[in-house]
Structure formats: structure tokens, C-alpha cells
């Protein structure tokens, strides 16, 4: 996660798909392209590459105009293939997942969620999404939408009552989409300073939304 390599707290910018482009709203009936509906699964060892490469193609495109050439650059598929291999065969409790969108055999986009560690919040009943990406030639077919249900119906499984998650103040694109899909703003901002010498600073707002019975599934 950019929030760990930049020595940020854990959690980072993220990314969705969509038809205005990578990072805007797919829809929640998006199609599911050839083969029919797109799985959404819990990740295992193997995906960590997947999941890897997803994210780098992601960050490269959304985030080129934000964060400095010389970062994007060091978070190469395989750098981040080994940290993603680690957060899914040794995660700190059972209530960290991670979540993938597939095409057939092929990872199409993510989702990482943990227990909340924000100081003003409970990690027993509040959660976070820390990470959703979709490949950028994988954008307007409905895996954002599709993963971002798959997250309300498992921490909602888990025991969450509400899922939280911190976005770029400048990224219009993302906060449409969870607008769209039920997701508010709080209170809470921060200022996140990228290398400590004031010169990388990236403002966020926190969003959230409430998370339905499992029985029920959403209707993001």
C-alpha cells in the first residue's frame, strides 16, 4: 500500500472503475463483459501477482499527476506483489480481507479491508476500506460496483455496523461514486505529508456508510 511504502499510517489513496475514466462511476449494473457475471472472492496466495499488477497500472494512470515520478516508478508488480503476499498468508487477525474481482483466471481489481484504527473510532464495529483498484482496461464493466457489495456484505458478516474510508480531497471522480452508492462525508480530514519535508502534502476527506444485514446484500 502507497500508505506503507511512504511510511503513511495504513491505509492509502484508492482507485474504481468507470465509463468517465479509470477512478469514475461504473454503476451498480454495469455489464459483467464476456463470460458473464464476474466472481468476487476472497484473495489467496496465489492472486498476490494479480493484485500487484492491478494496482501499479491503476496508481500509474490515476495517480501521475499527484504523486511524484520517482515513487510511481518504485512501485513495480513485483515490490508490491511481495507485500500483498504477505497481507493475505499472514494477516494480523481474521478480520483483515482481501477481496478480488476476477475475469476467468485473470484478477481484474481489488478490495483490502481491516478494522478500523482511527483513534475516534471502534475497531470492533467499525471498519475500513483501505483499497479498491480496477484495472484501467477493465474500467465500465461493473467490477467496482461488484466489489464495493461484496465489501458491505463481508464486513457486515464480520460484525461491522459501518465501513470508512479516506479519499484525496481532489479525487471528484471516486467520491461521486461512493455518493452514488450511499456513502457520506464526516467530520474528519487530514493532511497526509508524502516525505516528512512539507513538500508531497495530499489533503483527504473520510466518507462512510452504514452496512446492511448480510441476508439482505446491498444494492450498490
Not at 511510511?7 to 472503475?17: A, L
Not at 475475469?103 to 471502534?122: I, K, N, R, Y
Request: proline share 9%; net charge negative; aromatic share 4%.
Amino acid at each position: 500500500m502507497l500508505s506503507q511504502r511512504a511510511g503513511w499510517k495504513d491505509r492509502g489513496v484508492s482507485t474504481t472503475d468507470g465509463p468517465g475514466g479509470p477512478g469514475g462511476p461504473d454503476g451498480p449494473g454495469g455489464p459483467a463483459g464476456p463470460g458473464g457475471p464476474v466472481p468476487v472472492r476472497p484473495a489467496r496466495t496465489g492472486d498476490a501477482p494479480g493484485i500487484a499488477a492491478v494496482q501499479s497500472r491503476a496508481w500509474r494512470l490515476r495517480y501521475a499527476h499527484l504523486l511524484p515520478e520517482q515513487l510511481l516508478d518504485e512501485l513495480t508488480p513485483d515490490n508490491l506483489a511481495r507485500a500483498w503476499d504477505t497481507a493475505i498468508s499472514t494477516a494480523p487477525s481474521p478480520r483483515h480481507r482481501v477481496l478480488v474481482a476476477c475475469q476467468g483466471e485473470e484478477v481484474v481489481g481489488f478490495a483490502s479491508l481491516a478494522p478500523s484504527t482511527d483513534a475516534d473510532l471502534d475497531p470492533r464495529t467499525d471498519a475500513d476500506l483501505l483499497e479498491l483498484a480496477v484495472a484501467p482496461d477493465r474500467c465500465g464493466q461493473g467490477h467496482g460496483s461488484r466489489l464495493l457489495t461484496a465489501t458491505a456484505q463481508t464486513l457486515a458478516a464480520d460484525g461491522f455496523a459501518i465501513v470508512y474510508h479516506w479519499v484525496s480531497a481532489a479525487d471528484d471522480e471516486l467520491r461521486r461514486f461512493l455518493s452514488g452508492a450511499g456513502w457520506g462525508p464526516d467530520a474528519a480530514t487530514r493532511e497526509l505529508d508524502l516525505y516528512g519535508d512539507g513538500h508531497v502534502r495530499v489533503r483527504q476527506v473520510r466518507l462512510h456508510t452504514g452496512l446492511t444485514d448480510p441476508g439482505e446484500g446491498t444494492s450498490r
